[in-house]
């Protein structure tokens, strides 16, 4: 009998560090909460309706396209002020500096869901518990603890483009006018310091809750829950749910076969507005050099994934026939 793999080591962050991360997972929470309340007594408007999903699109975008598939995986160029936009938007959406975040997600996709790997899922135990801790690890606990992935090493293209360094070290006055400004428009709209707050509320800390958790969720649902249409190399899944919540990212195996891809939902049913929003850009002459896998990439893909499952299949096969001669074997020495 093998042993149970043991958990990695997980070190946490020094205390003010620690403090920080909380801050950014819960005070959205308790905004939530707040703005719940509140609608018993200022009501919801289309304006904070407005607010909220204007402020998720922009942040969330700013996350897939500009964080993930520009500056993390180069799937296409496009100019240096929208660069700087989408590097903005993604830092509004307060999921951590630019640099830092594409050094994790790099180093999750050269160690993805092996031991090293920041946020898996997998490596947390076994059994119900195991399973809850490793989620709770995916989702957001890694948050707690520092990063192994050196910003020098995984983002130095980043690092060494002096407008997105200072992008970077600018995190958390994005941060804030990510919570003013939709308060100052819910504010000047209406007219009163009800609108500012209640637009702080809906379209600044819920906007950042709905984004956390959403994106969030590749990194635990889409590494639990789903297909494996593409590759088995890790614990990667298509979520039908996050592939249109996440804007595209739910197609999260697709993406791992296929890193630098541009769209993440190849199938025409598989809903990536990601990539809509993309492909616009190329339209209007915004962006270029958009990388999609070829149609011989996609098929050694599928070959290759076809071998694997003949090969998985004979092995089932045999694993049977040899169980079928053991009881064989023991039923005649019982004779």
Partial sequence: MSAEPSSPTRKKAPLSTQLLVAAGVFVPFAGLIAAVISVWGWGFTWLDFWLLVGFYLAT????????????THRSFETYRPLKALLAVLGSMAVQG?????????????????????????????RGFWGRIRGFIHAHFGWLFHP????????????????????????????????LVVPGAIGGLVAGTWVGFWRAFLWGGLVRVFLVHHVTWSVNSVCHLWGSQPHTWSDQSRNNLLFGFLALGEGWHNTHHAFPTS?????????????????????????????????????????????????????ARRRARAQRRQKDKSNQEVLH
């Fill in 97 to 125: 500096p630019l640099l830092t975040w594409v050094a994790v997600h790099r180093r999750h996709h050269r160690y993805s869901d092996q031991p090293e790997d920041p946020h898996t899922p997998h490596h947390s135990g």
């Fill in 262 to 314: 541009a769209r993440h939902g190849l199938r025409w049913w598989e809903v990536d507005l990601s990539y809509y929003f993309i492909r616009t850009l190329s339209w209007l002459g915004l962006a270029w050099d958009i990388k999609l896998p070829s149609q011989r990439t996609l098929e050694k893909v599928a070959a290759k994934r076809r071998e694997i499952k003949a090969q998985r299949k004979e």
């Fill in 147 to 178: 990063s192994e992935a050196d910003t020098l090493v995984y983002a130095k293209d980043i690092y060494a483009n002096r407008m997105l360094r200072w992008i970077s070290y600018l995190f958390p006055l994005w941060v804030a006018l990510g």
């Fill in 60 to 71: 969330a975008l700013g996350i897939t396209v500009g964080f993930h598939r520009l500056f």
